[in-house]
């Protein structure tokens, strides 16, 4: 240890030096030791750097949103880690600016060595070379992708510092700049607040913040302030609304309030308007209101109104508006059911051309909608729980007079109001407000009423939390035998060093006002957690929703809580106890025996065989707890431990060997909750969360490679829309991990990362070596149980192509430019199938393992929803906070699924629920593949539109192709034509016609009535007459019947010889037949449209079926003819009585004497079959 009280310089082995100032505690300080980093080499040695071209694309028009050029990275870190981690955290827009960042060392620099600086002046550090191997770990950690602190960290923290390393020294451009911030430091007695006047020498280090107003004019405006104050430097902030009079209550002198939505509203537009720390990242606020309060309901439904609004814009406005822009290209050149689809949708009203973008940030949820930037929840008492447990009422009641009763209804009704809101738009969450008191480490000065925005830190009001995430699958390693196993130690060495961080952003970090200022000091709440739980389980090859997983889960939570206790408990005895720990000590110690209870009973689950013995074993655990344990509004300890023990469905059949991973974690764990619920001194009054680790996923690789925070993954393959625009695709690498801790062989592995994630999940697999991606396709492991991605790619090759060829394909087809040209067999082929459900050779009792919290493509699998509250249940004892996790629910999910969830929820001791319907939300920050996400998709919509018209068009033509009866009215047009045949036999034909001239009916009477002729002739008339009416052209009946030769045939008349409107241009036929089809063809000529010629010698009556007003318009002159431009025509002259010789053909012919047309062959002779006639003089 040195005493030296000079400012000294710490000589790092990269060559760096460290100026350190002048240490203010000379005396004490934390020993530490190396984990993560080595004697022999630096941390930044032990990785291989690359400087690469960082770019960002808009997901939606593909121009370049961010870019850096020429980056320096670990190599090892994927793509997207590097992007986000760039875009979101380095400092400096200009590059070769003094400010500007082109390497990550810099960024790790600014944190480990500020760290350092700090730790050093405030005396954490016993000697100059702790000091050195804190600064080492911590780079380690940070390069190794284990540990990152919350955004507000990498976003402020060195920049006043940086020139005691080299950097460029920004201080005299930065002093008196940035926002007025606070800072506190003394003891209880004490203790005093000063005014900082740059937020870079003190730095906002906190993520989030928990504030209050009061019922004033005054407070709700200066309200307004601090919020802005939190935003403007990086952080999100909590606030309960119950303290603000109800719009039901009066003000001073006459009427009555606004209402605290109303107030809320204007804070939450400032908070849009002020990016979280001037970077891409929206501002976040968690606005909750107490169920007794009298705008509840009003309160359940706000944006649940909001949201049916962006649902009208973005799921039809938006739709209509690319169906529009499909309909104009198809109404030009589509198929018959394209064109018909192209003008419905022309045909509709459409406001405007311009479609709305879906992003946050835009202008629909950034600038028109109301309360967007806020997660809404109702914090509901224990009375409320009691009531609706005994089927009965409920209350609100006033603020500003709590005995007065606004209203009185039964306690479903309102549980009913916040599920049906919560499976309309995903809000409200849900606070169990008794049980986050049940934890309360303080409850002695305060109650707890208030969480930050993603609900994880739940603390009093006035307090901030500084959170860091560890990356659970680094902790993962080889066992003696072999096998994977957590490593305790490292967990706890790790957990001691953010402990440590946490500690000096309360000690040297700036507060946006005074009260935060004072009440972190005074209670120095940290929030140390997880990211990658779900991706560990699934690399174990274990279910998420499995009693397994969630014990694994549970020990993890465990030790890391524990483990920070325990250090917090040595910075206690060594640096001091937070400020009000004297008069909170008995809480604290209450809630960590109770912690502790709890892990006596989690070691209990799998070694007891009898699930009765497990309900003794708690009475006989909370009767040695060595103490006092908490209640809070009629819960008890034993309402906890039956809450956890009801998170296992069997736990006494739980598979032990499944478990063995986190058995070394439970051990350490018992005996680190030992003693810290023994201990003396505690430097932190609250130490866990698990939070979303949101942003902060991408520096621990939790993007690429796992999950955020307790998740289980939602989707194998996805889109993050990124804050301040852009999206990026991401494959769960840890799923290969999981096949091969089941066993599976490296190739069927690497098959699967094609199968699910197609060509990018392969060059992921293989991290980016594209000669490893050509060997497997080359190999082809799956013979005949290959997936739906492998058999796309036989059909893309022949079998015959070189490696070259092959390498040219894939190049081809994973390039995003040749995106819209790609086969659907490449496309098949570059997207994969979503997920791992069609793979033939997975054994389907290992598809549990990768069960996500949604599906994606055409995959069916997800967890369940009471998979997700069971986990909450299970991690909820070993967290001082709460779980910022999301149950997700399929979109068949009902009200009541979401109902009993909430109920559930309470039973199992969950602090905070949040829920969340697969498409109750008109944007989402995770876009999947799913039938759900399809219908509101403008392609498919319009398939939809298009498929129905075909199926139309078919059912139309079906019933267009069957014969159909076109009948001439009652009352019809007609014309009657006079024919003779040989000058023997005479008929009259009749056309009765249609209202458009067309002929639709022909009768007529031919020789003697009753003759055969006769007869026949008829029945030809009618068959003209069906078939014409059935639809069959004239021009076909013409066309069919002309030339058809049989007796009698020869000369013919049509009209007669005194008529002047013979026909001139029908002089002989070769049959009956052959004369009607010559009558039709001159009564309805082509050149007249087959429409009934001589219309100005037809009697002047109306056409069927027209009304008085109806006008008839004439043909052309052109095409009619009248008896006065015709001419008598000149027929040869036909003896009377004689027919004429040599007319005749085969079969029947006319009967010279009764003139029917029975005349047939008798022998060598004839006879009629009709009057008995006979030529010939045989005698018979």
């Known amino acids: 240890m040195t005493t030296d009280n000079s400012q000294i310089t710490l000589k790092l082995r990269t060559g760096q030096e460290i100026i350190l100032p002048p240490r203010k505690d000379l005396l004490g300080g934390l020993k530490f030791t190396r984990r993560f980093s080595h004697n022999e080499v630096h941390p930044y ?13 808009d997901w939606k028009t593909g121009k370049t949103i961010y870019e850096r050029l020429g980056l320096e990275a670990p190599a090892h870190w994927d793509d997207n880690a590097v992007k986000i981690t760039a875009d979101k955290y380095l400092f400096g827009s200009e590059p070769g600016s003094l400010e500007y960042e082109d390497s990550f060392r810099n960024i790790y620099d600014r944190i480990s060595n500020t760290y350092t600086v700090w730790g050093w002046e405030e005396g954490y550090f016993a000697t100059l070379e702790d000091a050195e191997i804190f600064n080492e770990e911590i780079k380690a950690m940070l390069v190794q992708q284990i540990w990152a602190p919350n955004s507000p960290v990498w976003f402020n923290i060195g920049h006043w510092e940086q020139w005691r390393w080299g950097r460029p020294d920004l201080r005299e451009n930065y002093t008196g700049h940035g926002n007025k911030a606070y800072h506190a430091k003394g003891s209880k007695n004490n203790l005093k607040t000063y005014t900082v006047q740059s937020t870079y020498e003190y730095p906002q280090c906190s993520a989030c913040f928990l504030t209050e107003v009061g019922d004033s004019m005054e407070d709700i405006l200066d309200h307004l302030t601090t919020e802005g104050r939190i935003f403007a430097s990086g952080s999100g902030v909590g606030i309960n609304l119950s303290t603000l009079r109800s719009s039901k209550e009066p003000i001073s002198g ?15 537009r400032m908070a849009g308007a002020i990016k979280s720390g001037g970077k891409t990242r929206r501002a976040a606020r968690m606005v909750l209101m107490f169920s007794d309060h009298p705008d509840i309901f009003e309160f359940i439904n706000t944006k649940n109104r909001q949201e049916d609004i962006a649902k009208v814009i973005l799921r039809e406005h938006n739709v209509h508006v690319e169906l529009k822009q499909i309909a104009e290209t198809k109404l030009v050149a589509g198929t018959p059911a394209e064109k018909a689809a192209a003008r419905v949708i022309l045909s509709l009203p459409l406001a405007t051309k311009n479609s709305f973008d879906p992003h946050m940030d835009a202008l629909l949820y950034g600038e028109t909608l109301s309360h967007q930037n806020a997660n809404h929840s109702v914090s509901v008492k224990g009375d409320f729980w009691q009531a609706l447990a005994n089927n009965g009422n409920t209350y609100t009641r006033w603020v500003t007079n709590p005995a007065h009763i606004e209203q009185t209804f039964r306690a479903q009704e309102l549980l009913e109001a916040m599920a049906k809101s919560i499976w309309e738009n995903g809000e409200p969450g849900v606070h169990n407000n008794d049980v986050i008191n049940l934890w309360n480490p303080v409850k002695s000065i305060g109650s707890i009423t208030t969480s930050n925005p993603c609900s994880e830190y739940v603390f009093l009001n006035n307090t901030s939390c500084n959170l860091s995430s560890f990356n659970a699958y680094r902790f993962l390693t080889k066992g003696d035998d072999g096998k994977p196993v957590f490593d305790a130690d490292a967990l706890t060495h790790a957990a001691r ?70 250090a917090s408990a040595e910075m206690g005895a060594e640096l001091g ?22 892990q006596k009973l989690a070691v209990a689950l799998p070694a007891q ?16 707890a ?47 909750w030992a003693r810290a619920a023994k201990a003396t001194a505690h430097r932190n009054a609250f130490v866990s969360v698990m939070a979303p680790t949101g942003t902060i996923s991408a520096p621990l690789g939790c993007y690429d490679e796992g999950t955020t925070s307790i998740e289980p993954d939602y989707t194998l393959v996805k889109w993050k829309q990124l804050a301040g625009g852009g999206s990026l695709k991401m494959f769960n690498r840890l799923a290969l991990e999981g096949l091969r801790s089941l066993g599976y062989p490296e190739d069927f592995v690497n098959e699967a990362a094609l199968e699910v994630a197609g060509l ?29 991605v492998r058999l796309a790619w036989r059909r893309l090759l022949s079998g015959t192509e070189s490696r070259s060829e092959i390498q040219e394909k894939v190049a081809y087809i994973s390039n995003p430019a040749n995106m819209s040209v790609l086969t659907a067999d490449e496309l098949t082929v570059v997207n994969g199938a979503a997920h791992i459900e069609s793979i033939p050779w997975l054994d389907k009792k290992d598809l549990a393992v990768f069960d996500c919290a949604a599906t994606n493509g055409n995959g069916v699998r997800s967890i369940t929803p009471a998979g997700h509250v069971l986990m909450l249940g299970a991690l909820q004892p070993f967290i001082s906070g709460a779980c910022s996790k999301t149950v997700n629910m399929p979109v068949s999910a009902t009200v009541q699924d979401i109902y009993d969830s909430l109920i559930m929820s309470h039973e199992l001791g969950v602090k905070c629920i949040a829920i969340f319907r697969a498409g109750s939300k008109a944007n989402a920050v995770y876009v999947v593949d799913t039938p759900e996400t399809r219908m509101f998709k403008a392609n498919h919509v319009w398939e939809q539109l298009v498929g129905a018209g075909s199926e139309a068009i078919d059912e139309i033509i079906a019933e267009a192709s069957k014969p159909r009866q076109r009948k001439l009215p009652g009352r019809r047009l007609g014309q009657t034509v006079k024919f003779s045949v040989g000058g023997q036999l005479t008929g009259y034909l009749t056309v009765g016609v249609y209202a458009d001239g067309t002929c639709g009916e022909v009768f007529g009477r031919l020789g003697q009535v009753g003759s055969f002729a006769s007869g026949m002739f008829e029945a030809y008339c009618k068959l003209l007459s069906t078939a014409l009416q059935f639809g069959v052209p004239l021009k076909e009946v013409v066309k069919g019947f002309r030339n058809y030769s049989f007796e009698p045939s020869g000369f013919c008349r049509v009209g007669d010889d005194t008529d002047a409107d013979t026909c001139t241009e029908i002089r002989s036929c070769a049959s009956v037949v052959d004369l009607i089809a010559k009558i039709l063809a001159w009564l309805f000529p082509e050149s007249n449209g087959y429409r009934l010629r001589d219309v100005f010698s037809i009697p002047s009556v109306s056409l069927p079926g027209q009304s008085p007003d109806t006008t008839v318009s004439v043909l052309p002159p052109r095409i009619i003819t009248t008896p006065a431009h015709k001419q008598n025509p000149v027929l040869p002259e036909i003896p009377a009585g004689k027919a004429p010789e040599g007319t005749m053909l085969n079969g029947a012919s006319l009967c010279p004497q009764c003139h029917s047309l029975a005349y047939v062959q008798d022998g060598k002779c004839k006879s009629c079959r009709s009057c008995g006639y006979k030529d010939g003089g045989c005698g018979e």
């Open 497 to 566: 060093l953010a402990m440590v961080c946490a500690d000096l952003n309360v000690e040297r970090g700036g507060f946006p006002i005074e009260e935060i200022a004072e009440g972190t000091y005074k209670y120095r709440t940290t929030g140390i957690g997880f990211a990658n739980v779900g991706g560990s389980l699934m690399a174990l090859g274990v279910p998420y929703d499995s009693d397994e997983g969630r014990w694994i889960a549970s020990q993890l939570c465990s030790a890391l809580t524990a483990a920070c206790w325990t």
């Open 760 to 788: 990018d999940g392969l060059i992921s697999a293989f991290q980016g070596n594209m000669d490893s991606v050509v060997n497997q396709i080359i190999i082809d492991p799956c013979n005949d149980q290959a997936g739906p």
């Open 45 to 57: 040695d032990e990785v291989d750097w690359a400087r690469r071209d960082v770019r960002i694309m």
């Open 626 to 672: 060595g103490g006092v344990l908490p209640e809070a509004q009629g819960l008890t300890a034993s309402y906890a431990l039956h809450a956890y023990l009801k998170s296992f469905k069997a736990p006494t059949q739980m598979n032990k060997e499944r478990i063995a991973p986190a058995a070394k974690l439970a051990e350490a764990a018992s005996a680190m």
């Open 609 to 624: 065989k009898d699930a009765k013995a497990l309900d003794d074993m708690i009475d006989n655990i909370i009767a040695n």
């Open 577 to 598: 106890s937070y400020v009000e720990y004297p008069a909170s000590k008995k809480d604290l110690l209450a809630v960590l025996r109770l912690h502790h209870a709890a």
């Open 254 to 268: 006459k009427g009555r309030s606004s209402g605290p939505i109303s107030f809320d509203r204007g804070w939450d």
